[in-house]
Structure formats: structure tokens, C-alpha cells
């Protein structure tokens, strides 16, 4: 690698059920990405089993890895890359640890630097990635089939916990209602596609600690609510009027919390990430909040791509790391409960 090359990042992604790779070219350019899915593998089991993740991760990561620095134009990688960024924490065991296998061993034989990184921050900077206007201080609500949390980003590496959930996070209870109603895995689009169908007005559910004065989260009443609905209503249910209703309240509840941390703060620069972003109520109603105020609220969302786990949002998160200072070597370890703030 000579002073006049650019700098490149390789991008490895294992902490679930997505296996993915990405080469990102210093500051924003993507010049690979790739994602493998397991989604036909766990939705006969109605979620992700763990053994079988972190087996599709073996045998996927390797091939992925070639694949991508082809696309990418990377044919010497020992020469053309700077650095290689993979998810360390938190996430399943098994699936994190082929990951940080994977990249040790790259790492070592290609003799190229490594950075472990943690997935929210990975999350986080999928913002970052896709707008480059977007600066510290803000706050980032982050929405998956794990987390859904808020964090204050002070500044980059910087995080303070506002609130997360204290059980279900939401992309889990989307899994949970759909599985109640019989819609497969994952349970996220197909309740976003019918719930555009319904009345949300047809069924009244409880919208999670509305009215109080903590940042925080939890679905499982909700979740509750709607099984005893299931049952009650019987064959007389309509199910697109349900996915209605269930989605109008859990996205109030992340609404309404995004507003309590905005008033606690002041701060008025709000970005969203994680999975359950890609969902349409969510992004419609996070618009509006930012179009009814006049400019005075900000609100950043990923492009669909970077919604869901993908590494180009972790190699931008170990080089933004790398660039302020940040080392690893070959000593660091899979983290499964690895928290981003501190």
C-alpha cells in the first residue's frame, strides 16, 4: 500500500443470522456489499436457531469474503488494505465468534490491522454513512430484533444510555405477534405489509408506558394484549385490522419516547437505525415528526440497505474508530453482551 492509494476497509458481519461482507473505501464509498441470508434456513422454527446460525456462518463466510473483494477490485489484499473491522459484540455466541475468527485469521495472515467493533455502533453508523451532514451531539434510537434502545451521542465513541427495553425489544414482539397469527418468520414486513390494509382504529391496544417520564421500553404488555384479542375474537378477527392496531401502538411508543429524549436533552437531531427501521409506519410518523416542526427537528434514516445487519456499517464504524486513535490486536474476544454505552 503506497501514501497514493486509498484507504480500504474490509467489513465482516456474523453477530445473528446474516452473514455479510463489505469493502468501504475512506470516507463513505461502498464498494462491495454483501449479505447472506438465513432467513429460509430458521423459518421453519419460528426464530433463529443458534447452533444452525453460527454452522451457515462457517460455511458461508469464507466464499463471501472472496466474492466480495472481487467486486470490490481488491486482488492484493495484503497491498490494498488498510484495515479490517468485524463485529465483536454483542450478538450469539457461536455466530460472533466466526466472524472474529474469520478476521483474526485474515488479519494475521494478510498482516493488515484489525479493529472489533460493536454492533449498535455498527447500527449508528449507517447514518453516518449514508449522510455525511450528520454530527455529534444527536441522538440515535436503534430498533432491531435485539435492541431497541436510545443513546445520546455525545460524540463519536462517546455514548450515553437514555433508556432501552426492559424485556421484549420490538422487532422481537413483531416476531412474536406474527407467530401468534400464523404470518411465518421474520414477522416484521409481512405485519408492515397487511397492517396497510387495516383499521387501526378496530382494536384498542395498550401503547407501552405511555405517560411516563423515563426513557425506556417494553413490549411484552403489548404482546400480552394482543394473545388475549387472538383469542377472544376467534374466528371473527381480522387480522390486517390487528397488525393495524399492534403496529400503530408500538410505534407510538418509540415515537413518544424519541420526544421525551429530546425534551430531556434539548437536543433536536434524532438518527434511527436497526432493522425495524425499514418498516413504513415507523418512518412515515419519525417524517412527520421532523416535518411538523417547523425545522427545528432533524431526522436522519438509513437507506433499506442499511437497515438490516450489513458490514459496510460495521467497516465504517472500525474506521471512523481506527481514524480517532482507536487499537486492537489479536487479543480481543466475542463479546456477546457487549454494551455501547458506558
Known amino acids: 500500500m503506497t501514501m497514493d492509494s486509498p484507504f480500504l476497509v474490509l467489513g465482516i458481519e456474523s453477530s445473528c443470522d446474516d452473514t455479510a461482507v463489505a469493502v468501504l473505501e475512506e470516507p463513505r464509498r461502498i464498494r462491495a456489499s454483501l449479505v447472506m441470508s438465513q432467513v429460509e434456513d430458521h423459518a421453519p422454527h419460528g426464530g433463529v436457531v443458534p447452533e444452525l446460525a453460527s454452522r451457515r456462518h462457517q460455511e458461508a463466510i469464507m466464499g463471501l469474503v472472496r466474492r466480495c473483494l472481487w467486486q470490490a477490485g481488491v486482488s492484493n489484499p495484503m497491498r490494498q488494505l488498510s484495515l479490517i473491522a468485524v463485529t465483536a459484540g454483542p450478538g450469539l455466541m457461536g455466530s460472533l465468534l466466526v466472524g472474529v475468527m474469520a478476521a483474526k485469521g485474515l488479519s494475521q495472515g494478510w ?8 454492533h449498535m455502533e455498527g ?3 449507517a447514518n453516518v454513512l449514508a449522510h455525511p451532514d450528520l454530527k455529534p451531539p444527536f441522538l440515535c434510537l436503534i430498533v432491531s430484533g435485539g435492541h431497541t434502545e436510545v443513546h445520546l451521542v455525545r460524540s463519536f465513541g462517546d ?3 437514555l433508556g432501552a427495553t426492559r424485556d421484549d425489544a420490538v422487532g422481537e414482539a413483531y416476531d412474536k405477534v406474527a407467530k401468534m397469527l400464523g ?5 416484521g414486513p409481512v405485519i408492515d405489509r397487511l397492517a396497510r390494509e387495516g383499521d387501526p ?3 384498542q391496544l395498550p401503547v407501552p408506558f405511555k405517560g411516563s417520564s423515563q426513557v425506556e421500553f417494553s413490549f411484552s404488555g403489548l404482546k400480552t394484549a394482543v394473545l388475549w ?3 377472544r375474537e376467534g374466528e371473527a378477527l381480522s387480522v390486517p385490522d390487528l397488525c393495524a392496531s399492534f403496529q400503530r401502538a408500538a410505534v407510538e411508543s418509540l415515537v413518544s419516547k424519541v420526544k421525551l429524549a429530546m425534551n430531556q436533552t434539548g437536543v433536536r437531531t434524532v438518527a434511527v ?3 425495524v427501521v425499514a418498516n413504513r409506519e415507523l418512518r412515515r410518523r419519525l417524517e412527520d415528526l421532523a416535518g411538523s416542526s417547523g425545522g427545528r427537528v432533524r431526522v436522519y434514516l438509513p437507506p433499506l440497505e442499511l437497515c438490516t445487519d450489513n458490514a459496510a456499517m460495521v467497516a465504517a464504524a472500525g474506521l471512523w474508530a481506527y ?3 482507536v487499537r486492537d490486536d489479536l487479543s480481543f474476544r466475542a463479546d456477546p453482551s457487549w454494551e455501547l454505552s458506558r
Not at 404470518?183 to 414477522?187: D, I
Open 123 to 125: 447500527h449508528l453508523f
Open 183 to 187: 404470518l411465518g418468520y421474520p414477522g
Open 111 to 118: 498482516e493488515v490491522p484489525i479493529m472489533g467493533v460493536n
Open 323 to 325: 481514524r480517532r486513535g
Open 229 to 231: 384479542l387472538v383469542r
Open 159 to 161: 455514548y450515553r444510555l
Open 201 to 203: 382504529d378496530r382494536y
Open 273 to 275: 437505525s436497526g432493522g
